[in-house]
């Protein structure tokens, strides 16, 4: 694991331009500071970008069924996080940080961009929306429910893919 910079991640975006087709989004269920190699790139609790890849096309075991020609990014955090029927949400002992929230939304604009794909949902997904599509998602299950609901920053919980999908789009105007 190495941590890297968003000019080192447009570079490698570039370098995997035509191969890579879908961005799936995470969290890890863990702490702010553990990383895991299951991801291509991990975002501690401090907004630090982590790749435990050397290239975004090496195959990555994250999404079921969904792994070929796409990249997974994870935010360090909520450990003991539960997800109810009635929509709200617990993030456990360990919350998403702003600056983890911050940094998603800018790498997802950085691969985006030197990726050449749109910043839509048919793109860039949770793995909650992901998992929604394959019937294992908060709206079937609750096996998966990664950035199903996200605090905006009045802390007004919200569509996390969308929160996310939309601060990108706002870093894609700077």
């Known amino acids: 694991m ?39 790139l991990n975002i ?16 990555k075991e994250h999404t079921w069924h969904r792994n070929s020609g796409a990249v997974a990014v994870s935010i360090c955090c909520c450990a003991d996080a539960v997800a109810y029927a009635d929509g709200s949400v617990d993030f456990g002992s360990v919350p998403p940080t702003q600056q983890q929230l911050e940094t998603l939304a800018r790498v997802v604009a950085v691969l985006c961009r030197g990726l050449c794909l749109p910043i839509d949902d048919n793109y860039v997904m949770t793995h ?3 998992a929604d599509l394959d019937s294992y998602g908060p709206a079937d299950t609750f096996e998966r429910w990664d950035l199903w609901k996200l605090a905006d920053s009045n802390g007004v ?14 870093y894609c105007q700077w």
Do not use: F, P, V
């Open 2 to 40: 190495r941590e890297i910079t968003l000019q080192e991640l447009a570079m490698l975006a570039e370098q995997a331009q035509g191969e890579i087709r879908r961005i799936y989004l995470h969290w890890t269920a863990g702490h702010y500071d553990n990383t895991y190699d299951d991801y291509h």
């Open 44 to 59: 501690t609790g401090d907004g630090r970008l982590w790749s435990s890849c050397r290239e975004l096309t090496e195959y």
């Open 128 to 130: 909650a929306e992901a």
């Open 157 to 170: 919980l919200c569509d996390g893919g969308e929160l996310i999908r939309s601060k990108a789009k706002a």
